[in-house]
C-alpha cells in the first residue's frame, strides 16, 4: 500500500488547526498508478464507448448537464479486465476514509474517464446526490496525464482566488475529498488532460 499524503497548503485555506476532525480535506495518495499504468487506463478511454455530458444521465455512476462541461466522458466498465483498477483505489479509500472522513460509506461507484481538450473545462459544481436512500459521501479523482501534457485545466476548490487551491497534479496521484466541497477543472489553453473520477456512496447526511 503506497504512503497516503496530506497536501496542508491546501487545508489552510479552509480548517482550522484540527485537520481530522474537518470534512473541508482533500487526501492525497502519490504514485498510485505508474506512468504505464495511466497509459493502459487512457487506451481504455480511447478504444471504448465516449459522450458528451449531455448523454450522461443523473445516476449512481454521478450526473452532469450539457452547461457543466463540453469535455469527452466514457463509463468505465467494471469487467474483469479492470478488477485490478477498481481494487486498489477502493483499497485506499476504504484505509483513507477510517483514519480522515469516518463517513458510512458502502460502495464505489462505476468510474468515469474524462478527457479535456483544448477549450474544455469542468463548472464549479459539488457531487452530492442526495436521495432517500444513499448519497455521494467522497469523491476521487486520478490524475491520468504528465502537467507537461497540457496547460490550464487544474482543479480548484473554493476559494478561487488563491494560487494555493490550485492542486498539484503529478501522474498516477488519486485525490479523496468529500463530496459536499465544490470544485471546478479550468479550462485547458493546451494539450490534452485526463483523470478517472468516481463517487463513493453511503447513507445521506443527517
Not at 459539488?126 to 501534457?149: C, V
Not at 503529478?170 to 468529500?178: C, E, P, Q, V
Request: hydrophobic residues 30%; glycine residues 4%.
Amino acid at each position: 500500500m503506497p504512503e497516503i499524503k496530506i497536501d496542508h497548503k491546501v487545508y489552510n485555506l479552509f480548517l482550522s488547526e484540527n485537520i481530522e476532525n474537518s470534512v473541508y480535506k482533500q487526501v492525497f495518495c502519490e504514485k498510485l498508478f505508474t506512468a504505464e499504468e495511466c497509459d493502459k487506463i487512457i487506451s481504455v478511454f480511447k478504444n471504448g464507448r465516449q459522450c458528451t455530458s449531455q448523454e450522461v444521465s443523473r445516476n449512481e455512476s454521478g450526473y452532469t448537464t450539457p452547461d457543466m462541461t463540453n469535455s469527452k466522458i466514457h463509463p468505465f466498465e467494471n469487467s474483469s479486465e479492470n478488477k485490478w483498477i477498481t481494487d486498489r483505489v477502493s483499497k485506499v479509500i476504504k484505509k483513507v476514509n477510517l483514519k480522515y472522513f469516518k463517513y458510512n460509506i458502502s460502495y464505489l461507484s462505476s468510474l468515469q474517464i474524462i478527457e479535456y481538450k483544448e477549450g474544455c473545462d469542468f463548472k464549479w459544481h459539488s457531487d452530492i446526490i442526495p436521495n432517500a436512500y444513499r448519497t455521494a459521501r467522497l469523491s476521487i479523482s486520478l490524475f491520468l496525464s504528465e502537467a507537461t501534457d497540457y496547460e490550464g485545466g487544474k482543479l480548484l476548490f473554493m476559494p478561487s482566488d488563491s494560487e494555493l487551491s490550485k492542486i498539484t497534479q503529478s501522474r498516477g496521484t488519486l485525490m479523496i475529498f468529500s463530496s459536499t466541497q465544490a470544485h471546478s477543472v479550468e479550462m485547458v489553453k493546451k494539450g490534452t488532460r485526463y483523470s478517472m473520477v468516481g463517487f463513493v456512496y453511503g447513507k445521506p447526511f443527517s
